[in-house]
């Protein structure tokens, strides 16, 4: 049993694969239409006019249904539960994980999605929230080199070292003078980075006057010219070497944009992989969602998998406003089911929560909204088991193509097509785990591509040629010239199977891009402007794409429900209920 006396939820299995990727297993279903007696509603209504949505009363606490069961979903049922809600939380896939899902096959652990540990201090910040910290809960790995780049017309490749200083040196031998332009550039984003932190990172928006700090007032001349120019001109600012430069501009990728499109505060990422360095979780990033999931029952939290949500149910409220009033929800048998609840959070794609769970007059984001919105790439994922080793990898490697714009241009410009050849992505966690059979390689490709649906998911034959190119390209660059007959597994994922297991707006592999238009305050808010008590976590709602980001959204929703303006992180550990 779990505590408070529900019926505890199953152990996370070794395998996070979303549909329809794996064959859906069936799940038992304890939950059932919980009535409330009609006093219990008008107690709760007259409690959230007078008192913080987050302070159990009466020693009842309210009752908060969660949507979704990725990182974002789990780590806001924590995080709730923790604080002495009664919370519920509803996955449609049978496994937990959502876009970090897991996929094992003939001794192979393959990660589905997330494969760059960055930020590590917002891990643990949520860990420690939670009463823990990363070291109890993660075994990490500071990889040493960071990454390889190959570049098309280059036999040699430059690894990216684990600090700031060996990477200095490295620019400056190859570019004479830029060591000393990488020093300046690392320390604005270093600076940059510390100042969203304390600013922009941990708020929700609701108030712009907690952004009116004296540090903020000091920084906006630089913040305007931060915002008027693209991240590629910033970096060709430092360097005039295009490998150089790509390296530089390629972290515009982690935010699901382009380097010419990204504003260059985004410079900050810089600081991350070529200061602060790069790590892996042994385990896999399976390993995170687990450690995430098993604190959230430990909180209290009920998940239900196999749980599709097919409406947000609502109330007439003040004021003309309609009030959240809990989910419908349906199992693999398709048996309904209802959810009854004062705060409903979804951590789903926000497209998809707002376009098919909310009737249209309570929708805050309609689908004109997303008309006019710029989705990240999607993806053509390949999961190789490769015989015998592959030292000419390393944990990372990405391959970048010399027309750099032109790869840009194809994935998201006016007429987007499968750029051919494609700067691409290849992780090989069997340099750091045994994710492998012995004599084996573990390689996870990734290639940007259209967010496009119609493009397929992995049976396509467009999305299969895709992976065939990207194979060869590997091959050809890498020097490997019997990759392909030497692959013994493989697995193939587009498009059209993001929309279909998570629900992804268009199919995008990450989320809707962080164009200067969908930044900070300008990002979708995280609470319903309709319906009150609902409100929103993930990569498609602020801070925005990423792992790291996901978990500062989900303490975003604890500050929303407190009406917590601040600016800066949750102080630790977070208060409990019962405190």
Request: aromatic share 6%; charged share 25%; with cysteine.
């Amino acid at each position: 049993m779990a505590p408070g006396g529900r019926p505890r939820a199953r152990p996370l299995r070794g395998a996070l694969p979303p549909h329809p990727i794996h064959p859906r297993l069936r799940t038992r279903h304890d939950a059932r239409a919980r009535p409330q007696p009609r006093e219990d509603e008008d107690r709760r209504e007259r409690s959230q006019r007078s008192a913080s949505p987050m302070t159990p009363r009466h020693g009842a606490p309210e009752r908060t249904v969660v949507i979704g069961g990725g990182i974002s979903g789990l780590a806001t049922a924590a995080l709730l539960a923790r604080s002495g809600r009664d919370v519920t939380l509803l996955e449609k896939n049978d496994e937990l994980g959502g876009r970090a899902s897991l996929l094992e096959r003939d001794g192979f652990r393959f990660d589905l999605g997330p494969s760059w540990f960055l930020m590590p201090e917002v891990f643990d910040h949520f860990f420690r929230l939670m009463g823990t910290s990363s070291a109890e809960q993660l075994d990490l790995v500071r990889l040493e080199p960071g990454y390889r780049v190959y570049s098309e017309g280059h036999t040699e490749p430059i690894d990216i070292a684990a600090t700031r200083a060996e990477n200095v040196a490295l620019f400056e031998s190859i570019e004479r003078g830029s060591g000393a332009r990488l020093e300046r550039y690392l320390d604005s984003a270093g600076e940059v980075y510390e100042l969203a932190k304390r600013r922009f990172l941990y708020t929700t928006f609701e108030s712009l006057t907690p952004l009116l700090a004296a540090d903020v007032i000091r920084e906006l001349p630089r913040f305007v010219k931060l915002f008027g120019t693209d991240l590629d001109s910033a970096a060709g600012a430092v360097v005039s070497d295009d490998r150089l430069r790509q390296i530089l501009g390629y972290p515009a990728v982690f935010l699901g944009s382009s380097p010419y499109t990204t504003p260059s505060m985004y410079h900050l990422m810089s600081h991350l992989d070529l200061e602060d360095g790069v790590y892996y979780p042994r385990g896999g990033f399976a390993r995170v969602i687990e450690a995430i999931a098993d604190l959230a029952r430990e909180a209290g939290v009920r998940i239900e998998t196999g749980a599709s949500v097919r409406r947000i149910r609502t109330e007439a409220a003040r004021r003309r406003r309609a009030r959240a009033t809990g989910v419908e929800w349906t199992d693999t048998a398709g048996d309904p089911h209802v959810e009854e609840a004062s705060v409903v959070v979804s951590a789903a794609d926000l497209h998809h929560t707002e376009t098919k769970l909310l009737p249209p007059a309570l929708r805050t984001y309609p689908q004109s909204y997303w008309d006019r919105k710029t989705p990240g790439p999607g993806a053509v994922l390949l999961s190789l088991g490769v015989r015998g080793e592959l030292p000419e990898l390393l944990h990372h490697t990405l391959f970048f193509t010399k027309d750099w714009r032109s790869n840009f241009d194809a994935i998201g410009g006016p007429s987007p097509y499968v750029p051919d050849p494609a700067s691409l992505y290849v992780c090989k966690p069997s340099a750091t785990d045994a994710v492998a059979p012995e004599g084996h390689e573990n390689l996870f490709v990734l290639v940007p591509i259209p967010a496009d649906p119609s493009l397929g998911g992995g049976s396509s034959d467009t999305i299969r040629a895709a992976g065939d190119r990207a194979i060869a390209q590997i091959a050809d660059w890498a020097d490997i010239p019997d990759l392909a007959e030497r692959i013994t597994v493989r697995h193939d994922v587009g498009p059209a199977d993001f929309v279909e297991s998570i629900n992804a707006w268009r199919g995008t592999m990450l989320g809707p891009a962080h164009t200067l238009a969908q930044s900070a305050l300008f990002r979708a808010g995280n609470a319903s402007k309709r319906v009150d008590g609902l409100v929103y976590a993930g990569g498609s709602t602020i801070p925005g794409i990423g792992l790291p980001m996901c978990l500062i959204s989900a303490e975003l929703v604890v500050k929303r429900l407190n009406g917590d303006t601040s600016t800066e992180a949750l102080p630790v550990p977070l208060q409990t209920g019962h405190e």
